[in-house]
């Protein structure tokens, strides 16, 4: 596994154990929540970045079917 990937892991495991910390008290922190749930939507988002379009695969393949 590569060092981009952990990072990417680490940071959704760290920001849903934050957003989850935060709702446990009965005072729920806003400000912990929305860091947890911002952490966790960077990790997501670099993960999601790198998985191809569907569509890029499809148009790939039908304009190799042309020539």
Do not use: C, H, W
């Not at 446990?24 to 998985?51: A, E, K, W």
């Amino acid at each position: 596994m590569n060092l981009s990937r952990l990072i990417s892991f680490s940071l959704i495991v760290i920001g849903g154990f934050i957003a989850f910390y935060a709702q446990s008290g009965t005072n729920q922190n806003q400000y912990l929540l929305v860091l947890g749930i911002f952490v966790l939507m960077m990790g997501l988002y670099r993960i999601s970045r790198n998985i191809p379009s569907k569509y890029d695969q499809e148009n790939s393949k039908e304009e190799n079917d042309e020539f």
